[in-house]
């Protein structure tokens, strides 16, 4: 086994993998397993400092970001979406399958969106139904500010879709002081729980809009007004993934036991930064930083490829490449969720200092 210091999948530990292995009952017919549902609903919600409902969906990552868009698109809405990275382009597209029409605000990839800077575009244009925004877009290791980004969107009536799939629990979210109206997670990230899951919040100004929409929303499984009156009825829209609940709650349990996981995410990204740039590499942005990936450049004379295998092979470490602009440019290294902890991370600075040479 490799140790995994991706940016996601990440470690899970061991007592998340034993929960999955429990057994399970019905989930459609077994009113228990409606209230377990709720309670790890309630308890993501509380981590993530908000008082709106949580939704846990059977898709990674993605499907929350594509139900929130799908949820609250109708054709011809105005979406504004904010774009320094691949993430933060590539929500366009699902703003356009569901018949909205997206204006991208595109800024430098290598610095984060400056809020100044965007205060001074909204004065001019704002006529928007929702913006999209990342939190930490992986690829390049970018991280933007949404502690100021949302509640400027907000404040000209502006919803926000934000994705902080590799951020959260990594980073600091307080969602309802943010004014976040559709905050998206995944398992596989800061969380450390499999791959299989996604969560989303849902402020009361995203439901008025789902519920005041005029058309239809255009799909099943990415629509989160199925779930509306899940409670209530004792009633899925489909058969929830029992096991994978089972590994997630525990994940959320670890994490509100580790009251210093902030703190330590900061401490070994911080020391991930400092040692790269010692050893003479370029860290990728160039400000906006992220505590759950460090991205440097791959420097002259190698191959991003022969520094993943050589990490692999000799080392039995999995790093990450990236792609699409930055394919064979940058080097990632995962330090999020169970994966933040100083011993695997002094371990891949190691490694790298021997095959680098330095
Ligand atoms: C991982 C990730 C997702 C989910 O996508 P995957 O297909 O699971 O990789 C969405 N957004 C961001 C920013 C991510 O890092």
Same mark, same amino acid.
């Given at each position: 086994?490799?140790?995994?210091?991706?940016?996601?999948?990440?470690?899970?530990?061991?007592?998340?993998?034993?929960?999955?292995?429990?057994e399970?009952?019905?989930p459609?017919?077994? %009113?228990?397993?409606?209230?377990?549902?709720?309670?790890?609903?309630?308890l993501?919600?509380?981590?993530?400092?908000?008082k709106?409902?949580?939704?846990?969906?059977?898709?990674?990552?993605?499907?929350?970001?594509?139900?929130?868009?799908?949820? *609250?698109?109708?054709?011809?809405d105005r &979406?504004?979406?904010?774009?320094?990275?691949?993430? +933060?382009?590539?929500?366009?597209? /699902?703003?356009?399958?569901y018949?909205?029409?997206?204006?991208?605000?595109?800024?430098? =990839?290598?610095? @984060?969106?400056? @809020?100044?800077?965007?205060?001074?575009?909204?004065?001019e !244009?704002?006529? /928007?139904?929702?913006a999209?925004?990342?939190?930490?877009?992986?690829?390049?290791?970018?991280?933007?500010?949404?502690?100021?980004i949302?509640?400027?969107?907000?404040?000209y009536?502006?919803l926000? &879709?934000?994705?902080s799939?590799?951020?959260?629990?990594?980073e600091e979210?307080?969602?309802?002081?943010y004014?976040?109206?559709?905050?998206?997670?995944?398992?596989?990230?800061?969380i450390?729980?499999?791959?299989?899951?996604?969560?989303?919040?849902?402020?009361?100004?995203?439901?008025?809009?789902?519920?005041?929409?005029?058309?239809?929303?255009?799909s099943? =499984?990415?629509?989160?007004?199925?779930?509306?009156?899940?409670?209530?009825?004792?009633? /899925? @829209?489909?058969?929830?993934?029992?096991?994978?609940? =089972?590994?997630?709650? !525990?994940?959320?349990?670890?994490?509100?036991?580790?009251?210093?996981?902030?703190?330590?995410? %900061?401490?070994?990204?911080?020391?991930?930064?400092?040692?790269?740039k010692?050893?003479?590499?370029?860290l990728? @942005?160039h400000?906006?930083?992220?505590?759950?990936?460090?991205?440097?450049?791959?420097?002259? $004379?190698?191959?991003?490829?022969?520094?993943l295998s050589?990490?692999?092979?000799d080392?039995? *470490?999995l790093?990450?490449g990236? /792609?699409?602009?930055?394919? +064979?440019?940058? *080097?990632?290294? $995962?330090?999020m969720?169970?994966? %933040?902890?100083?011993?695997?991370?002094?371990?891949?600075? !190691?490694?790298?200092?021997?095959?680098?040479?330095k």
């Amino acid at each position: 086994m490799y140790k995994m210091m991706t940016p996601g999948p990440t470690q899970v530990r061991e007592n998340v993998r034993m929960a999955r292995s429990l057994e399970f009952q019905n989930p459609d017919l077994d %009113a228990d397993f409606c209230e377990y549902y709720k309670e790890t609903c309630l308890l993501a919600s509380e981590l993530l400092h908000t008082k709106n409902e949580t939704l846990i969906l059977d898709g990674e990552g993605i499907l929350g970001l594509e139900a929130a868009c799908a949820s *609250i698109t109708e054709p011809g809405d105005r &979406v504004l979406v904010l774009d320094n990275g691949l993430y +933060g382009e590539s929500f366009k597209d /699902f703003v356009t399958m569901y018949g909205g029409i997206p204006t991208l605000y595109t800024v430098d =990839y290598d610095k @984060p969106v400056d @809020p100044e800077k965007l205060a001074e575009y909204l004065k001019e !244009q704002h006529d /928007f139904k929702y913006a999209t925004v990342v939190h930490c877009d992986t690829p390049s290791g970018m991280l933007n500010d949404i502690s100021k980004i949302c509640p400027l969107l907000k404040s000209y009536g502006i919803l926000t &879709v934000v994705d902080s799939v590799s951020a959260m629990f990594g980073e600091e979210v307080r969602a309802d002081d943010y004014r976040i109206d559709l905050l998206c997670g995944g398992s596989q990230k800061a969380i450390s729980a499999p791959p299989g899951l996604t969560i989303v919040t849902i402020s009361q100004d995203a439901k008025d809009v789902m519920n005041q929409r005029k058309t239809p929303i255009a799909s099943f =499984y990415a629509n989160l007004k199925v779930f509306e009156h899940y409670y209530e009825e004792k009633w /899925f @829209p489909y058969t929830m993934p029992a096991s994978d609940i =089972y590994g997630l709650r !525990q994940a959320l349990e670890n994490i509100k036991n580790d009251p210093e996981h902030l703190k330590r995410h %900061a401490k070994v990204a911080e020391k991930t930064r400092t040692t790269l740039k010692e050893m003479g590499l370029t860290l990728y @942005p160039h400000s906006g930083y992220s505590n759950t990936v460090t991205t440097f450049e791959v420097p002259e $004379g190698f191959t991003d490829k022969e520094i993943l295998s050589k990490m692999r092979n000799d080392y039995n *470490i999995l790093l990450a490449g990236s /792609f699409g602009c930055f394919g +064979g440019k940058l *080097i990632r290294i $995962g330090h999020m969720g169970e994966s %933040a902890n100083e011993k695997d991370v002094d371990e891949v600075l !190691q490694a790298l200092k021997e095959i680098l040479g330095k």
